[in-house]
């Protein structure tokens, strides 16, 4: 009885040592499989952390290479998810200053804010393209000058030399009508009036020869207001030098001979730019198209500018040399202050959000013209205000 009351224990016994092999078996064999995953991702944290490494470095050369600063051997790592690339795109950053001078890149606020003109995209070291526009008002203008001509050659046919002369009269810059009857608008009309047939001639072949590549180059606004401004203080130096008793005077030379004197203000401004267009290759005015400098024809314009002061002299030609000069003072100082301000600007593609710059990364070259419509019609009523100004006191000086 005893012997079967010790067996049951002995099958207690016996099944636990049974179960506890069992466990421990079950035990380590888990054991060996979380090890081995533990491996496997103690060798994926290894993989990362050469990854990050590698591309620390990468970072690291890619900065060494843009002049940027190398920072100290004993300097901490700064997590790449920290640095910010050093060029993003679209690369149009920051305005250049002064202008003339090769900069990077430009903002496309002042690009369009500013209505600012530009030329087109050229290769880096090549071309330069010039903003210019299509010229017509030099055309009009020369139209107008030949329909007052012809007008006057009409009267003088069908009523005589007389009608013709009374014509002329009217329009005419006449130092006593205006200081004594107060005819100003004499200082816009002699704009279109000539002396005669070699006067039209010159003028009219100046406008047609050299007016469109003028034109082209300031922009159809400033064109106009030069030529008026020029042609105006030309007439207002005629009314002044005069002291009140001068003969009548046509002055439509004086706001051509202004052109020519806004392209030397416009030159002097933009020297280093104006010396790489000359030294282009292509240039609109070698495909035909307009937008050629004075500086490309010097001995032209300075031949014309010559006959024009050559007619000053003659007696009876109602032009007058005080006019001339005037005009070409007024025109310098308006084609600098006025004319375009030339900038280089330098572009180059990169894909927007890059951490890398391309191996092959092709560089172009924009000439913008930086000057603002705002700036440009503040300085237009500054000189305007001035030349009422003078005419006013001057007037009120002779009329004493």
Known sequence: MAALQARPGCLQQQRYSTGHGLVAHCSSSLGSTRCRKLAVLRAGEDNAAATKQETLDALDALLQAGDAP????????VPWWSIKPKQSAPPRQEL???PG???RFVTDQALYSSKVRSGRSTKLGGELDLPQVEPYFCYLVMAGQLAV???GTWLAVAQGPEAAQQWAAALALTPREVLQHGESWRLATSLLLHGGLAHLALDTFFLGWMGPGIEAL????TFLYIYLLSGLTGSAAVLLASGGAGEPAACASAAAVGLVGAMVGYEARNQAIVRQSLASRRSLAEDGKAGSSTLRKPLGAFGLVCCMLGLGLLPGSMVDNVGHVGGLLAGVGLGYWLGPSFSLIREVDIPEGSMAVPEEVAETVVVLDTRSSLQRAA?????LGLLAAAVSIG???LSQ
Do not use: F, I, N, R
């Open 70 to 77: 190398a920072a100290p051997a004993d300097s901490q790592l």
């Open 96 to 98: 250049m200053h002064p």
């Open 101 to 103: 001078e090769v900069a």
């Open 149 to 151: 001509y012809g007008a």
């Open 218 to 221: 300031l922009g159809h606004g």
């Open 379 to 383: 300085t237009g009523a500054a000189a």
């Open 395 to 397: 007037s009120a000086a």
